[in-house]
T-cell receptor, first 113, second 113 residues
Framework: DQQVKQNSPSLSVQEGRISILNCDYT??????FLWYKKYPAEGPTFLIS?????DKNEDGRFTVFLNKSAKHLSLHIVPSQPGDSAVYFCAASYQTGANNLFFGTGTRLTVIP | KAGVTQTPRYLIKTRGQQVTLSCSPI?????VSWYQQTPGQGLQFLFE???????NKGNFPGRFSGRQFSNSRSEMNVSTLELGDSALYLCASTSLGGTDTQYFGPGTRLTVL
């Protein structure tokens, strides 16, 4: 049973506009959430994370929002750049720093120049 | 600092055979986690090793096993291969076994014929 879901397999956005990637989870025990980016032939690369005690975390062009009541998180990329084109995975864990992560199935983002 | 390395990068096996995959973590990292990535399921956690001991285990059959050596290098073994075992196998290392970001290797692509 998929506890972390990314319902949009793909997303296309014009360069310079905002990209919004969504993620839903079902397990209310999840305490820590992460986003990873993956290019072809490479392993996932950590992007940004958020603890359940926060509702927003920002790092440069990347912002993650967490809505615990809705069990929903989103990643905003502003402005989007062609180099952001990749597959984005959201992940969750039961505690900060835990290494058994539960991943979504990924969203392929294409930023059109 | 060299990243996480995995060998081999590609492997083709037939049903019923067994396979061993290897992962060398970043120097100084003591925790190694393994994941299976398939198109329909995304990344699924297999197990984590820390200081040569299995610390966490995902929901996979006993055909999947692993171990970690004193130099933190890890191997995973899959016995009696099935067609459904075809996947990208990723390993990730962290420095203090639960308090740092996971760094992923490029993965081993296993094809079972």
């Amino acid at each position: 049973d998929q506890q972390v879901k990314q319902n949009s397999p793909s997303l296309s956005v014009q360069e310079g506009r905002i990209s919004i990637l969504n993620c839903d989870y079902t397990n209310s025990m999840f305490d820590y959430f992460l986003w990873y980016k993956k290019y072809p032939a490479e392993g996932p690369t950590f992007l940004i994370s958020i603890s359940s005690i926060k509702d927003k975390n920002e790092d440069g062009r990347f912002t993650v929002f967490l809505n615990k009541s809705a069990k929903h998180l989103s990643l905003h990329i502003v402005p989007s750049q062609p180099g952001d084109s990749a597959v984005y995975f959201c992940a969750a864990s039961y505690q900060t720093g835990a290494n058994n992560l539960f991943f979504g199935t990924g969203t392929r983002l294409t930023v059109i120049p | 600092k060299a990243g996480v390395t995995q060998t081999p990068r590609y492997l083709i096996k037939t049903r019923g055979q067994q396979v061993t995959l290897s992962c060398s973590p970043i120097s100084g990292h003591r925790s190694v986690s393994w994941y299976q990535q398939t198109p329909g399921q995304g990344l699924q956690f297999l197990f984590e090793y820390f200081s040569e001991t299995q610390r966490n285990k995902g929901n996979f059959p006993g055909r999947f096993s692993g171990r970690q050596f004193s130099n933190s290098r890890s191997e995973m073994n899959v016995s009696t291969l099935e067609l459904g075992d075809s996947a990208l196998y990723l390993c990730a290392s962290t420095s203090l076994g639960g308090t740092d970001t996971q760094y992923f290797g490029p993965g081993t692509r296993l094809t079972v014929l």
